[in-house]
């Protein structure tokens, strides 16, 4: 037997031996894969695809839909489409399903889902045809090409209108797409507020923690813990409460505005509140620990003895920390500022209750398209956008910065 | 007390007679809005009819997002029996097929409702108000009309309005002289909607948006705006805790809440049972003796007390300006208006 | 000035550095250092050797600019330095863990302080160059200091604390992480870049006999105090007090009464026992006292010779280069004693008497 061989046996026997141990490390793993994925995996799965889901209109017009796979989308379609959709809307009008696709048609084509209703009203009450002529008698948009244009595609299973919307384009009926106009193009604008709200914030925090952060680390250990633990506290309350906290500081008879007429800084009382102002500030106090405590930790890791190399070499106090400490600190103040940015995009509540209409950020509409619109594709579709924004941005960060100058703690 | 008492006696009395079959767990799950509200159906709904029938009651909040309602449907896993909506919810709702069609006969006699409070899913019980109302302790001389709303020459400073197109744009074409029987009309019209959102933009910039009802009677109790529409017993509410809010009745808003059955509720013959129940006339006029907001059936509305009775919107010295939601143009129109308003919000 | 010059100049024109009274306290009543005189000569590699807490980093530090004396002068150059902060003082300094900048190249790390002198472009480079291949790391300037072994990260702070030329370099315990070859080797390599360079430089170690090793010098702090400055030998073998002669090599120790008769000095131990010895600091007579005698100066014969103290052989361990002895000796109280002998000398086995022989010149009487 070749050493060669037997080298290759011996690798194959260790590598045997070695599987018990991996199969026990996969078992115990077993549980915390499984939360990720029905925590994580699952949910993103699910927002990506309702942001491209498509099934109300296949819902109510079944037969509809199947007949119009085999129209040409030339002109206006024959009687035996009418005739399924007739069927369809007859249906639907005893389940009381018809304005679900109503709502749906109504995204892309404003004013179909009362159509749809007296459509289905009268359908109700038909029993034979022709029923082309009828639908046109009713209502001469059943006789227009865009009309059907716009069913035959939300008929499909799959759409792309909500991701369209999301980045405020429309798509005509004819399937060209094209910017929607200036007065109706919110989400671009939305995404930019988004992302510079969360910027300010991120240089607040950096601004504010960076500072207090290098004090803990200088001051005595027991003093350090202690200041520590107040930069901590905070979260251990609700950001509800933290936010109402804003709230009554910040409020036109609050305590700030008092204090600010009571030294004289103000002649009259300032909107603080339900201002931009307002919500930065509060994220930012908000986001404080986030920010600190990877730098805390990264200053922590720095030897004292950094500085006084540098000052033993040459370097005034002030060239000192700015060239040997200061860039040193970096990957914390790098993964400070992304855990910050990147949670203040997904802020809601904050400038729910102390930002004014322009400063509402994606999150807030997210939840009006949920809660309120029963929107949840367009909901989903802002998910969707955002996530890409984060990811794209975590990329970039990644790139510039490197990994291995990013530690979190 | 007497009487209260006698009532039950003889509702327990008749609720023998009937005989009531299957209810199998014994226990009905409702879901409302929360607060003094909720409360207040506690008091007059939920504790008389245990008492009566042995049924336990368990509560659920929202804050009205049928998305809830929504998502537990589609999870198939539907355990709640009974929901409070308000007419967004119950018109969307219905719309949308998230509850049960309602088998009439079961509740009552659909004639006794007033019109526009009952439709085929959604059962009305109470009518309330988006009302004008400021704070008589800051403002002697308040606001009169709608009118003042957007006057902020003779009331300068910033106004709370309610972050939805609802009640805001009949609001904007009343103050900008439409009669309110005509409001639905013209909003129906692009030159109405454009009316009322130019009437809009000249206080854009002194509103303060609020979104939950609570906020309005803290936004007045703050100082942070000199007057605010809000809902009517969110301020009475406040004036029992010491607040001295002044409602203007002046085109107030009528809106209704509704009980509905979720589709694929368990237990339908229970959940018809509590409806019948509750909106009968004895047990739903005793409700405004926790919160004023008034019958929707006639008799019940006749069988208020008295010293309850003039705080509710319904009352006639109130009424007289009244105008409702119109549930059938919000839900033709809402979807664009909706759009619109939010981009204009944004803006 | 014209006429303090000269005379401080006179005063000490080899020494360089001058602690004048030196005391240091960081809370206002505990003195970490007390009452500090001390000179450090002109290329002298002197070392302040230590244990952890005696007061020797302290001292380094205010030498250094990073504390400041709560009383007393540092003199350097002839002028005192207590008000100047450390990047004005031109001093050296090779930290415990190198302290290196990791975020920058090794290059980068060695032209740090030529920056601050104005020393740039092709002449920083070319000084860079030299510096390194002193450290013979020529060749390494484009690498992280986190890329080099712990020897090599070593020399490159030894390169940067150099190449400025400094008037005086101050090492803070820098072996402490080398394994114990290399640090014997880089001992060598630090000593011969001194004398090759005749840079004066001031060492702090707990490590005697690295101590030994390197320096010129030694001044040996305990309890804030000085204990004694002198050269390795005098300092091994006339230790000033019975601390120097524990700390510096292994000693035995008896407790005995000094006492001068005539020009010899006597040991009294307890037992009645006088021994002649030595004594390098004069101590009053029937002072408390401690006689001090190495092992390796310890002679074993047969039991009952001539002038030898009895004693009973304990154990024995054979250590290679020696055998080292543990005895009872009945006249030292029952007090065990420590002997090293030549491997080649026969033992006695364990439970035999032996004698010892205990020379008088090795025989240290000095204060307890």
């Known amino acids: 037997m070749s050493a060669a061989l037997a080298g290759r046996d011996l690798a194959r026997a260790v590598r045997r031996s070695a599987r018990p141990a991996q199969r026990v490390a996969f078992l115990l793993g077993l549980p915390a894969l499984l939360f990720l994925f029905v925590a994580f995996v699952a949910p993103l799965g699910a927002l990506l695809s309702a942001a491209v889901e498509n099934p109300e209109v296949r819902q109510v017009l079944p037969q509809t839909a199947a007949a119009l796979a085999q129209w040409d989308g030339a002109s206006t379609p024959d009687e035996p489409v009418f005739a399924a959709l007739a069927a369809d809307l007859k249906r639907a009008n005893e389940d009381k399903t018809a304005a679900l696709a109503g709502k749906r048609l109504n995204y892309e084509m404003p004013g179909m889902r009362s159509k749809m209703l007296s459509a289905a009203r009268m359908a109700g009450g038909a029993s034979a045809g022709p029923f082309r002529?009828?639908?046109?008698?009713?209502?001469?948009?059943?006789?227009?090409?865009?009309?059907?244009?716009?069913?035959?595609?939300?008929?499909?299973?799959?759409?792309?209108?909500?991701?369209?919307?999301?980045?405020?384009?429309?798509?005509?009926?004819?399937?060209?797409?094209?910017?929607?106009?200036?007065?109706?193009?919110?989400?671009?604008?939305?995404?930019?507020?988004?992302?510079?709200?969360?910027?300010?914030?991120?240089?607040?925090?950096?601004?504010?923690?960076?500072?207090?952060?290098?004090?803990?680390?200088?001051?005595?250990?027991?003093?350090?813990?202690?200041?520590?633990?107040?930069?901590?506290?905070?979260?251990?309350?609700?950001?509800?409460?933290?936010?109402?906290?804003?709230?009554?500081?910040?409020?036109?008879?609050?305590?700030?505005?008092?204090?600010?007429?009571?030294?004289?800084?103000?002649?009259?009382?300032?909107?603080?509140?339900?201002?931009?102002?307002?919500?930065?500030?509060?994220?930012?106090?908000?986001?404080?620990?986030?920010?600190?405590?990877?730098?805390?930790?990264?200053?922590?890791?720095?030897?004292?003895?950094?500085?006084?190399?540098?000052?033993?070499?040459?370097?005034?106090?002030?060239?000192?920390?700015?060239?040997?400490?200061?860039?040193?600190?970096?990957?914390?103040?790098?993964?400070?500022?992304?855990?910050?940015?990147?949670?203040?995009?997904?802020?809601?509540?904050?400038?729910?209750?102390?930002?004014?209409?322009?400063?509402?950020?994606?999150?807030?509409?997210?939840?009006?398209?949920?809660?309120?619109?029963?929107?949840?594709?367009?909901?989903?579709?802002?998910?969707?956008?955002?996530?890409?924004?984060?990811?794209?941005?975590?990329?970039?960060?990644?790139?510039?910065?490197?990994?291995?100058?990013?530690?979190?703690? | 007390m007497m009487t209260g008492r006698t009532t039950l006696l003889g509702l327990t009395a008749a609720a023998c007679l009937t005989a009531l079959p299957a209810f199998a767990q014994g226990q009905l799950s409702v879901m409302s809005f929360g607060g003094a509200y909720q409360a207040a159906q506690r008091s007059s709904f939920f504790e008389p009819y245990t008492a009566k029938t042995g049924i336990k009651f368990v509560e659920q909040e929202y804050g009205g997002e049928i998305a809830k309602i929504k998502a537990m449907e589609?999870?198939?896993?539907?355990?709640?029996?009974?929901?409070?909506?308000?007419?967004?919810?119950?018109?969307?709702?219905?719309?949308?097929?998230?509850?049960?069609?309602?088998?009439?006969?079961?509740?009552?006699?659909?004639?006794?409702?007033?019109?526009?409070?009952?439709?085929?899913?959604?059962?009305?019980?109470?009518?309330?108000?988006?009302?004008?109302?400021?704070?008589?302790?800051?403002?002697?001389?308040?606001?009169?009309?709608?009118?003042?709303?957007?006057?902020?020459?003779?009331?300068?400073?910033?106004?709370?309005?309610?972050?939805?197109?609802?009640?805001?744009?009949?609001?904007?074409?009343?103050?900008?002289?439409?009669?309110?029987?005509?409001?639905?009309?013209?909003?129906?019209?692009?030159?109405?909607?454009?009316?009322?959102?130019?009437?809009?933009?000249?206080?854009?910039?002194?509103?303060?948006?609020?979104?939950?009802?609570?906020?309005?009677?803290?936004?007045?109790?703050?100082?942070?705006?000199?007057?605010?529409?809000?809902?009517?017993?969110?301020?009475?509410?406040?004036?029992?805790?010491?607040?001295?809010?002044?409602?203007?009745?002046?085109?107030?808003?009528?809106?209704?809440?509704?009980?509905?059955?979720?589709?694929?509720?368990?237990?339908?013959?229970?959940?018809?049972?509590?409806?019948?129940?509750?909106?009968?006339?004895?047990?739903?006029?005793?409700?405004?003796?926790?919160?004023?907001?008034?019958?929707?059936?006639?008799?019940?509305?006749?069988?208020?007390?008295?010293?309850?009775?003039?705080?509710?919107?319904?009352?006639p010295a109130n009424v007289a300006t009244a105008f409702a939601t119109d549930y059938g143009f919000w839900g033709d129109q809402g979807e664009e208006l909706r759009k619109r308003f939010t981009t204009w919000l944004a803006q | 000035m014209a006429l303090n010059a000269p005379l401080l100049r006179a005063k000490g024109a080899d020494d360089l550095v001058v602690f004048d009274g030196v005391q240091k306290s960081y809370d206002g009543h505990t003195l970490v250092v007390r009452d500090l005189n001390l000179a450090v000569k002109r290329g002298e590699f002197l070392t302040l050797l230590g244990p952890s807490g005696s007061g020797k980093t302290t001292t380094l530090m205010m030498l250094g600019g990073f504390e400041r004396p709560t009383a007393g002068h540092i003199l350097l150059d002839g002028k005192p330095v207590e008000a100047l902060p450390p990047e004005k003082r031109d001093i050296g300094f090779v930290f415990q863990n190198y302290a290196l900048f990791p975020h920058m190249s090794v290059a980068e790390n060695v032209a740090f302080p030529l920056r601050y002198r104005g020393v740039r472009g092709a002449e920083a480079r070319q000084r860079v160059a030299k510096a390194l291949d002193m450290v013979r790391l020529g060749g390494f300037g484009g690498r992280r200091p986190t890329q080099l072994s712990g020897g090599q990260q070593q020399r490159v702070a030894l390169a940067r604390?150099?190449?400025?030329?400094?008037?005086?370099?101050?090492?803070?315990?820098?072996?402490?992480?080398?394994?114990?070859?290399?640090?014997?080797?880089?001992?060598?390599?630090?000593?011969?870049?001194?004398?090759?360079?005749?840079?004066?430089?001031?060492?702090?170690?707990?490590?005697?006999?690295?101590?030994?090793?390197?320096?010129?010098?030694?001044?040996?702090?305990?309890?804030?105090?000085?204990?004694?400055?002198?050269?390795?030998?005098?300092?091994?073998?006339?230790?000033?007090?019975?601390?120097?002669?524990?700390?510096?090599?292994?000693?035995?120790?008896?407790?005995?009464?000094?006492?001068?008769?005539?020009?010899?000095?006597?040991?009294?131990?307890?037992?009645?026992?006088?021994?002649?010895?030595?004594?390098?600091?004069?101590?009053?007579?029937?002072?408390?006292?401690?006689?001090?005698?190495?092992?390796?100066?310890?002679?074993?014969?047969a039991s009952g010779a001539e002038g030898a103290v009895a004693c009973n052989i304990a154990e024995a361990f054979f250590l290679g280069d020696h055998t080292r002895v543990d005895a009872t000796v009945p006249a030292f109280g029952g007090m065990n004693v420590t002997i090293k002998l030549p491997p080649s000398t026969p033992v006695p086995p364990p439970g035999a008497s032996a004698g010892l022989v205990l020379p008088e010149q090795h025989c240290r009487i000095i204060a307890p």
């Open chain 1, 133 to 409: 002529e009828m639908f046109i008698a009713k209502d001469p948009a059943w006789g227009a090409l865009e009309t059907w244009q716009v069913i035959a595609r939300t008929a499909k299973p799959y759409t792309l209108y909500y991701l369209l919307t999301a980045l405020d384009l429309q798509q005509a009926p004819d399937g060209s797409i094209s910017r929607v106009d200036a007065e109706n193009a919110i989400f671009l604008s939305l995404l930019a507020r988004t992302l510079w709200i969360a910027a300010m914030v991120t240089i607040g925090t950096v601004v504010l923690g960076f500072p207090c952060a290098y004090i803990i680390t200088i001051t005595p250990p027991a003093v350090g813990r202690i200041m520590l633990l107040l930069v901590l506290l905070p979260l251990w309350t609700s950001l509800l409460v933290r936010t109402t906290a804003w709230v009554v500081l910040l409020q036109t008879d609050g305590v700030i505005n008092d204090i600010l007429l009571w030294t004289g800084l103000t002649a009259h009382r300032l909107q603080l509140i339900f201002s931009r102002f307002g919500t930065v500030t509060a994220m930012v106090h908000i986001q404080l620990p986030f920010t600190i405590l990877p730098i805390y930790s990264v200053m922590r890791g720095i030897s004292p003895s950094q500085i006084r190399a540098a000052r033993s070499l040459g370097a005034p106090a002030l060239s000192a920390f700015w060239r040997v400490y200061a860039p040193q600190t970096l990957p914390g103040v790098v993964a400070g500022g992304l855990i910050t940015f990147i949670l203040s995009l997904g802020y809601y509540i904050t400038p729910a209750l102390v930002g004014g209409p322009a400063d509402q950020m994606i999150s807030n509409f997210i939840s009006t398209y949920i809660n309120r619109d029963l929107n949840w594709g367009l909901a989903s579709a802002l998910g969707v956008v955002l996530l890409a924004v984060t990811l794209a941005i975590y990329g970039a960060f990644l790139r510039i910065a490197g990994p291995d100058r990013m530690r979190f703690g």
């Open chain 2, 74 to 315: 589609q999870a198939g896993g539907v355990t709640l029996d009974v929901i409070d909506v308000d007419g967004p919810g119950a018109q969307q709702g219905c719309d949308e097929g998230l509850y049960e069609k309602l088998d009439w006969p079961k509740v009552g006699d659909r004639k006794d409702w007033q019109p526009g409070t009952e439709n085929d899913c959604a059962v009305g019980t109470i009518v309330y108000a988006t009302v004008l109302a400021y704070d008589g302790d800051k403002l002697k001389d308040g606001p009169k009309t709608m009118a003042d709303l957007f006057d902020t020459k003779k009331f300068p400073g910033k106004r709370g309005l309610w972050k939805n197109p609802v009640s805001n744009l009949e609001f904007a074409l009343i103050a900008d002289g439409v009669s309110n029987k005509d409001v639905y009309k013209m909003l129906a019209t692009k030159a109405g909607q454009d009316r009322a959102f130019k009437k809009l933009d000249s206080i854009k910039k002194d509103v303060v948006w609020w979104e939950a009802g609570a906020q309005a009677p803290s936004l007045l109790a703050s100082g942070e705006v000199v007057m605010t529409t809000a809902w009517n017993g969110r301020i009475f509410n406040a004036n029992k805790e010491g607040k001295h809010f002044k409602i203007v009745w002046d085109n107030e808003l009528l809106d209704a809440d509704y009980w509905v059955i979720p589709k694929g509720a368990k237990n339908l013959d229970a959940s018809y049972a509590f409806i019948k129940f509750s909106t009968s006339p004895d047990v739903l006029s005793n409700f405004p003796k926790y919160i004023p907001y008034g019958p929707v059936t006639g008799a019940a509305a006749k069988a208020v007390a008295a010293e309850y009775a003039v705080n509710l919107p319904t009352s």
């Open chain 3, 161 to 301: 604390a150099l190449v400025f030329q400094p008037k005086l370099v101050l090492m803070d315990e820098p072996l402490g992480a080398l394994d114990k070859q290399l640090r014997e080797r880089m001992q060598i390599e630090i000593k011969h870049l001194q004398q090759t360079l005749g840079i004066t430089i001031v060492f702090v170690t707990h490590d005697q006999s690295e101590a030994l090793t390197m320096s010129d010098r030694v001044a040996v702090f305990h309890d804030g105090i000085l204990q004694q400055l002198a050269s390795p030998r005098e300092l091994y073998d006339e230790p000033a007090n019975a601390f120097v002669a524990g700390f510096v090599g292994e000693n035995n120790f008896v407790p005995c009464t000094a006492m001068r008769i005539g020009p010899h000095a006597h040991a009294l131990l307890e037992s009645g026992l006088s021994l002649v010895g030595t004594m390098p600091v004069a101590l009053p007579n029937a002072a408390q006292a401690m006689l001090a005698i190495r092992p390796e100066r310890i002679g074993l014969v």
